[in-house]
């Protein structure tokens, strides 16, 4: 048998979550941001499964390269923009849309020679300070962007939220605030959201959102999963248990020996650890499910194996799956036990874990 651990795919929850990013955002168009491999989920079955977004958003002009070579002709941004005049080149060559941020971006707009069409997305720093032009540059950059005089479609004016998991803060609100002000009369379409505030200020969804994490059941929401909003997880990382093992009371468990048994106590060791991006920052006590109960890991998590407390689970056997996330058990509750957010885990997938789509 094949190494165990294994990443199944859930095309038909990223279909779900989809459609309920869309009953919240019923007035916008959707842009399925795909970076990162598509959250790890994988970014040639995700565009795929998403086909029926209205566009996917990457980081990368070697992402964009992969979605075209699907076949697929939708429109991609590259949310990072282009770093040099060659990128522009192979933007337009494969048709891209472009998320325009800084002065020397535009200055390279400004030299390139080629008159043909090219959709701009023209980013604003309305509060985050991390990319885009400050607002109160808002009217030249605007006029700038209008003097180049390229055919085709208007440009996108956009921002993005630095604080939109917290429903209860205002900055959220000041944001949009500071955003319509200094735009106010300028016509032409407008992105502000991202998952978060798909979620929790609707009133951000206008012309376009542009979410991630909801689209594969995954919350930033503190405190609450992607089920709590009506998502279903886009992901499950199952493997199996190939030893169990009694230790006697008080003897200690893997590196460090950091968890002791506190009775004499079967361990179930299950093929999987932070080789495969199951987090090694996962304390004792992490949850986990076997045959749909929750029992607890146990010590540190090693490169290819986590130790697992089976006190509940006198019918465990070796060969039984375990559940580390999925349907049953968010992958929120492992990254708030390992002191991060869900992204981050199913990003962290390594290569070589087995895919399987269902
Ligand atoms: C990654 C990203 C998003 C998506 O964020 P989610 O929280 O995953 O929805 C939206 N906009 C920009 C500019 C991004 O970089």
């Not at 325009?100 to 069409?117: F, I, K």
């Not at 085709?152 to 955003?179: K, Y």
Request: proline letters at 6%; charged letters at 20%; aromatic letters at 6%.
């Amino acid at each position: 048998m094949s190494r165990p651990a294994c990443a199944t795919i859930h095309t038909d929850a990223l279909q779900h979550n989809l459609a309920e990013v869309r009953r919240r955002a019923p007035s916008s168009r959707v842009m399925a941001v795909v970076k990162a491999d598509g959250y790890g989920h994988g970014l040639e079955r995700v565009a795929q499964a998403l086909a029926a977004a209205d566009a996917f958003g990457v980081a990368s002009i070697a992402d964009a390269e992969r979605i075209r070579a699907t076949g697929s002709s939708k429109p991609i941004v590259l949310l990072s923009g282009f770093f040099e005049p060659e990128d522009l080149r192979l933007i337009r060559r494969l048709g891209l849309d472009t998320v325009v941020h800084d002065e020397s971006q535009l200055e390279m707009l400004e030299a390139d020679p080629d008159p043909s069409p090219l959709r701009l997305w023209v980013k604003f720093d309305s509060g985050m300070h991390r990319l885009g032009f400050p607002l109160d540059k808002a009217r030249a950059v605007v006029e700038r962007v209008h003097a180049l005089g390229r055919p085709g479609p208007a440009p996108v004016w956009m921002t993005h939220f630095a604080r939109s998991d917290e429903f209860d803060a205002p900055a959220t609100a000041e944001q949009i605030r500071r955003f319509d002000a200094a735009l106010a009369g300028i016509p032409g379409e407008r992105s502000l959201s991202n998952s978060a505030a798909v979620l929790g200020w609707p009133q951000a969804s206008r012309d376009w959102v542009r979410v991630g994490g909801a689209l594969y059941g995954l919350s930033v929401v503190a405190g609450r999963s992607g089920a709590d909003f009506g998502l279903q997880p886009a992901m499950s990382l199952s493997s199996r248990l190939i030893a169990i093992n009694e230790v006697q009371a008080g003897e200690a468990v893997g590196y460090g020996g950091t968890w002791r048994a506190p009775a004499t106590t079967r361990l179930g060791i299950a093929a999987i650890g932070y080789g495969d991006g199951y987090p090694r920052h996962a304390p004792s006590g992490t949850p986990v499910l076997i045959h749909g109960r929750p029992a607890r890991i146990a010590g540190r998590v090693s490169m290819d194996l986590l130790a697992i407390d089976l006190a509940d689970h006198p019918e465990a056997r070796v060969g039984d799956a375990v559940l580390l996330w999925g349907p049953g058990l968010p992958v929120e509750a492992v990254a708030e036990a390992a002191g991060t957010i869900g992204y981050e885990l199913t990003c962290g997938i390594t290569r070589r874990v087995r895919f399987i789509e269902a």
